[in-house]
């Protein structure tokens, strides 16, 4: 009789960086990036780790604010969905912080 038995794979390690660049035509630096991994392991085999960039606004009004508030609203709303499907749940974010930008402009 054979028996096999299912091994569960190794987590995946990952080691990044985050960085952004004022580039050529601006006096300061309006994009924002960071990344967000979930301390609770059963919440991370769910949803993942999240890696965010937004571009600045090119130099409209507090166009560094509207980039950081994008990261920092779909990381928030990204893992407090309770939503299984990842895109349905990303979409979601990412409309919330649309939603958020714009308030905050008007």
């Known amino acids: 009789m ?3 038995q299912i091994v569960p794979p190794e987590p995946i390690r990952i080691i ?3 960085g952004t660049d ?3 035509k601006r006096g300061h630096n309006e994009d924002y990036v960071d990344a967000f991994s979930p301390p609770d392991p059963d919440a991370r085999s769910k949803k993942g780790d999240l890696f965010v960039i937004a571009d600045g606004m090119g130099g409209h009004q507090a166009g560094e604010v509207a980039s950081q508030t994008a990261v ?3 990381s928030r709303d990204y893992f407090a969905d309770p939503e299984e499907e990842i895109a ?3 979409v ?3 409309q919330r912080a649309n939603a958020a930008i714009h308030q905050h402009a008007q």
């Open 2 to 4: 054979v028996t096999s």
């Open 16 to 18: 990044f960086a985050k």
């Open 22 to 24: 004022v580039g050529r």
């Open 72 to 74: 920092e609203t779909i």
């Open 88 to 90: 349905r749940s990303i």
């Open 92 to 94: 979601r974010a990412i």
